[in-house]
């Protein structure tokens, strides 16, 4: 009498056995499935690499930049081409990582381990923030070009920014209005408010100001912005009635703010420090100088200001 272990047969019933099933359970194809299932070690993804040796520290400081214009000027509002893309660099060097301002609030900043977070914003929409060319692509030497070039070679650096607008002067031509923000958005960032005509807000009756904020947030909406809950004070400067910012009826709508954000201070607190108040959110000027968001980073070797520092 033959034997019936063929070659074959013989192949079948080891991969069975392998599996936990007689050779008359199943076939070669659902062996072969559950192969599939069961990907070697060198099919795994490799878990990122630390952008820095810095230890894990949830506590520590998020450094906030602030920004205006991109182009050459006097005083710490302005700052060149070349200043800027060397910014980018500095930053990246010392291991930070664009994250949103909605982000940092809610306590979700997508980094790598190892990575700081640093936040973006923009103030004023000023022309030199974002510029198109003819054909509609972005200008080069507007702020968003020139940091799209440099996440084009550091794809972990991506455009992502906060950007506090005034409404009626979105980076300056009208009609191209809607089409930056929807490369804004595009790229990942977002926009925020910073009232319609940027008055000192200390200086304003409750309803004026309820009207600078309320109105600016329903323009915003009415450009499909949702939500715009971040308000930038104008020059860091809050109404005499501050409690308006925890919320206020606007033509019959409750506006509320996730974030509010000043224009000064030291590296803002992290959002699991108990003592994080999202109405009083310190930024520092992106120039040169003492107490600016440079100064401040190039003191942290010397251990002021620790950084957050993603585990």
């Known amino acids: 009498m033959k034997s019936r272990w063929t070659p074959s047969t ?149 455009v992502h920014g906060t950007f506090f607008s005034l409404p009626d002067s979105m980076w300056g031509n009208p009609a191209q209005k809607e089409q930056k923000i929807k490369i804004l958005r595009d790229l990942g960032s977002e926009i925020g408010n910073h009232t319609v005509n940027h008055p000192f807000l200390n200086r304003l009756s409750d309803k004026r100001v309820e009207y600078e904020l309320g109105r600016c947030t329903e323009m915003l909406e009415d450009l499909g912005i949702e939500p715009p809950d971040l308000v930038a004070v104008p020059y860091g400067v809050y109404p005499k009635n501050s409690g308006l910012l925890k919320g206020f009826k606007f033509h019959g709508k409750k506006i509320t703010f996730a974030g509010v954000f000043r224009a000064d201070g030291p590296p803002a607190r992290s959002p699991e420090d108990p003592q994080f108040n ?30 957050y520092v993603q585990p």
């Open 278 to 307: 999202k109405l009083r959110i310190p930024r520092m000027t992106a120039t040169k100088g003492a107490g600016t968001v440079i100064d401040r980073m190039k003191r942290i070797a010397k251990g002021d200001y620790p950084p």
């Open 10 to 158: 013989v192949l079948l019933a080891a991969v069975a056995f392998a599996f936990g099933c007689s050779p008359h359970q199943g076939s070669a194809a659902s062996a072969s499935a559950s192969l599939e299932k069961h990907p070697s070690v060198s099919d795994k993804a490799e878990p990122p690499k630390r952008v820095t040796n810095r230890p894990g520290n949830k506590m520590g400081r998020v450094y906030i930049a602030m920004y205006h214009h991109i182009r050459s000027g006097r005083g710490p509002m302005f700052r060149t081409v070349k200043q800027f893309r060397a910014d980018l660099e500095f930053y990246y060097k010392l291991g930070f990582r664009p994250v949103l301002a909605s982000e940092y609030i809610a306590n979700k900043m997508p980094l790598p381990p190892g990575a700081s977070p640093i936040v973006m914003t923009f103030d004023d929409s000023n022309p030199s923030q974002i510029q198109l060319k003819k054909d509609g692509s972005v200008d080069p030497k507007s702020a968003v070009g020139i940091w799209m070039a440099f996440a084009k070679e550091h794809p972990d650096f991506p």
